[in-house]
């Protein structure tokens, strides 16, 4: 956290729901004709003072409400997340709001979640709607919401291009457990096509994400998350990604399945070849494995395309796909999609869920993927693109040491820079945008779909503002760490 001085704030409370939001109130200052005594404050408060005072939104000081009541709830909390000081309370389409009142351009969108922004509308009515009615009656019994979103979901991804195979889903609550179903039911696939078991091994790939539980996390290879949990799952193994000569050894007869990201969001928003995709489908046909694609961040539109592999040929589409993040626009919900031969493998018994499959879930996620597949948004998606990346090549020509990569498609971007980020992460969020990190040394720019272009030239240019701060002046600005969810060894 910035240095801040401890001084008392005179505040005003206003209501932000039932969350009472403070606003700082401007002192009035007395002119006088009396001498002002020299400042015995240190030069270090004098700069941070200063600091404060030019910057529209400082981060909530150790006074503060905020801290107030993060250091309430702090001690009851397990610590899985390192968060900066804002503590928000509030959204409505790309803005997000503290409990102090301060107002934020968000280019995270909950992690690639709120495609649709904060509280959209028609979901809010529909939430409200479904609660009065039927939130949940488990998957001992019927419900007309799993079975029309499901068959939404097979009919207009196979209408788009994309997985000409779709044949059958599985809905569940989120994106490990949308891809650890995959994972199962790729060993499941493995055991009948080999019964003497020896068909069990999954292939994943180097600065890959998947999840966080066991099989989750045994498909992403970063040692410093697997060593506290350490012996992973058996029968995982790992290759480089993109990397066209390595598949022939690394896929073999033993494989049951591969799972990959045609973008990997976490580990810094790294684009996969065709070639590279072509290569994984044709080898496991030879060896007869199940190919899994991972588009929990880079699906449901993200790239300008109802899916991120939609560009591929059909020789290069899966077997699964999974999904989650947007299909809820921030209410829980994942899903697995699958080929019929995947499906005819899974017999009743041999998966399930209590709370998947839900109708307030399904009801909103129906809602929430036909806007998604509209052509008009994808359409727009694309022309944003445009004005991200001519944002970040006037960045490049600015700072051509610093800025090296532009890389990413449609609305999943990322800015390579040859050194720590999170400096300017902090500066921005003083200066009201939100952004994150990926990778290692990555900027990462996930906003809600719907963003507008007046939007997007704001963000950019308190961007910049952060930028030439942290670049430009050389200001010390303290970094914001864990602002991803798997940060790279030594971070």
């Given at each position: 956290?910035?240095?801040?001085?401890?001084?008392?704030?005179?505040?005003?409370?206003?209501?932000?729901?039932?969350?009472?939001?403070?606003?700082?109130?401007?002192?009035?200052?007395?002119?006088?004709?009396?001498?002002?005594?020299?400042?015995?404050?240190?030069?270090?408060?004098?700069?941070?003072?200063?600091?404060?005072?030019?910057?529209?939104?400082?981060?909530?000081?150790?006074?503060?409400?905020?801290?107030?009541?993060?250091?309430?709830?702090?001690?009851?909390?397990?610590?899985?997340?390192?968060?900066?000081?804002?503590?928000?309370?509030?959204?409505?389409?790309?803005?997000?709001?503290?409990?102090?009142?301060?107002?934020?351009?968000?280019?995270?969108?909950?992690?690639?979640?709120?495609?649709?922004?904060?509280?959209?509308?028609?979901?809010?009515?529909?939430?409200a709607q479904q609660a009065r009615t039927l939130?949940?009656?488990?998957?001992?019994?019927?419900?007309?919401?799993?079975?029309?979103?499901?068959?939404?979901?097979?009919?207009?991804?196979?209408?788009?291009?994309?997985?000409?195979?779709?044949?059958?889903?599985?809905?569940?609550?989120?994106?490990?457990?949308?891809?650890?179903?995959?994972?199962?039911?790729?060993?499941?696939?493995?055991?009948?096509?080999?019964?003497?078991?020896?068909?069990?091994?999954?292939?994943?790939?180097?600065?890959?994400?998947?999840?966080?539980?066991?099989?989750?996390?045994?498909?992403?290879?970063?040692?410093?998350?697997?060593?506290?949990?350490?012996?992973?799952?058996?029968?995982?193994?790992?290759?480089?990604?993109?990397?066209?000569?390595?598949?022939?050894?690394?896929?073999?007869?033993?494989?049951?399945?591969?799972?990959?990201?045609?973008?990997?969001?976490?580990?810094?928003?790294?684009?996969?070849?065709?070639?590279?995709?072509?290569?994984?489908?044709?080898?496991?046909?030879?060896?007869?494995?199940?190919?899994?694609?991972?588009?929990?961040?880079c699906g449901l539109s993200r790239t300008g395309?109802?899916?991120?592999?939609?560009?591929?040929?059909?020789?290069?589409?899966?077997?699964?796909?999974?999904?989650?993040?947007?299909?809820?626009?921030?209410?829980?919900?994942?899903?697995?999609?699958?080929?019929?031969?995947?499906?005819?493998?899974?017999?009743?018994?041999?998966?399930?869920?209590?709370?998947?499959?839900?109708?307030?879930?399904?009801?909103?996620?129906?809602?929430?993927?036909?806007?998604?597949?509209?052509?008009?948004?994808?359409?727009?998606?694309?022309?944003?693109?445009?004005?991200?990346?001519?944002?970040?090549?006037?960045?490049?020509?600015?700072?051509?040491?610093?800025?090296?990569?532009?890389?990413?498609?449609?609305?999943?971007?990322?800015?390579?820079?040859?050194?720590?980020?999170?400096?300017?992460?902090?500066?921005?969020?003083?200066?009201?945008?939100?952004?994150?990190?990926?990778?290692?040394?990555?900027?990462?720019?996930?906003?809600?779909?719907?963003?507008?272009?007046?939007?997007?030239?704001?963000?950019?240019?308190?961007?910049?503002?952060?930028?030439?701060?942290?670049?430009?002046?050389?200001?010390?600005?303290?970094?914001?760490?864990?602002?991803?969810?798997?940060?790279?060894?030594?971070?």
């Amino acid at each position: 956290m910035a240095l801040r001085i401890g001084s008392k704030r005179m505040t005003a409370v206003t209501s932000i729901g039932r969350i009472s939001v403070v606003e700082p109130r401007t002192c009035r200052r007395h002119a006088t004709a009396a001498a002002v005594p020299a400042s015995n404050l240190s030069n270090d408060a004098k700069n941070a003072i200063q600091r404060e005072a030019s910057i529209p939104n400082p981060d909530p000081p150790a006074d503060s409400a905020t801290a107030a009541m993060v250091n309430e709830h702090t001690p009851f909390m397990v610590a899985t997340y390192v968060r900066p000081p804002p503590m928000m309370v509030k959204g409505e389409g790309c803005y997000l709001w503290d409990i102090e009142n301060r107002r934020y351009l968000d280019f995270t969108a909950g992690i690639a979640v709120n495609a649709l922004g904060h509280c959209d509308p028609e979901m809010t009515k529909l939430i409200a709607q479904q609660a009065r009615t039927l939130i949940h009656s488990s998957n001992l019994y019927h419900n007309p919401w799993t079975g029309e979103l499901s068959k939404l979901i097979v009919n207009k991804t196979r209408a788009s291009g994309s997985m000409q195979a779709a044949s059958k889903v599985f809905v569940c609550n989120s994106g490990t457990e949308a891809n650890e179903a995959a994972i199962k039911f790729a060993r499941k696939v493995g055991k009948i096509r080999q019964s003497s078991g020896e068909k069990h091994e999954i292939v994943s790939f180097h600065n890959s994400f998947h999840g966080r539980t066991m099989g989750c996390l045994s498909a992403t290879p970063n040692p410093k998350y697997q060593k506290p949990f350490s012996p992973m799952i058996p029968g995982f193994s790992y290759g480089t990604y993109n990397d066209v000569a390595g598949i022939r050894e690394l896929v073999t007869e033993n494989t049951c399945g591969v799972i990959v990201e045609p973008i990997q969001g976490e580990g810094g928003v790294n684009v996969a070849t065709p070639e590279f995709l072509q290569a994984l489908r044709d080898r496991c046909n030879e060896v007869d494995a199940v190919l899994i694609y991972d588009e929990i961040q880079c699906g449901l539109s993200r790239t300008g395309q109802l899916w991120a592999h939609q560009n591929l040929p059909t020789s290069a589409h899966p077997d699964i796909l999974t999904t989650a993040k947007a299909l809820g626009n921030g209410f829980p919900i994942g899903a697995t999609i699958v080929s019929e031969p995947v499906a005819e493998c899974v017999v009743t018994g041999d998966h399930g869920t209590t709370f998947g499959g839900n109708p307030l879930a399904c009801r909103l996620g129906h809602y929430i993927f036909s806007r998604l597949s509209e052509s008009g948004l994808q359409e727009g998606v694309l022309e944003k693109e445009k004005i991200f990346r001519k944002g970040f090549e006037r960045l490049q020509r600015q700072y051509p040491d610093i800025v090296k990569e532009i890389r990413g498609r449609g609305l999943i971007l990322g800015l390579q820079l040859t050194q720590d980020p999170t400096p300017i992460i902090t500066a921005a969020r003083e200066r009201g945008l939100l952004v994150i990190t990926c990778g290692t040394n990555t900027l990462r720019f996930v906003p809600p779909l719907i963003i507008s272009e007046e939007e997007i030239q704001e963000g950019l240019g308190i961007l910049e503002k952060a930028m030439e701060a942290v670049l430009g002046r050389g200001e010390t600005v303290e970094g914001t760490t864990g602002q991803q969810e798997m940060a790279p060894l030594g971070r």
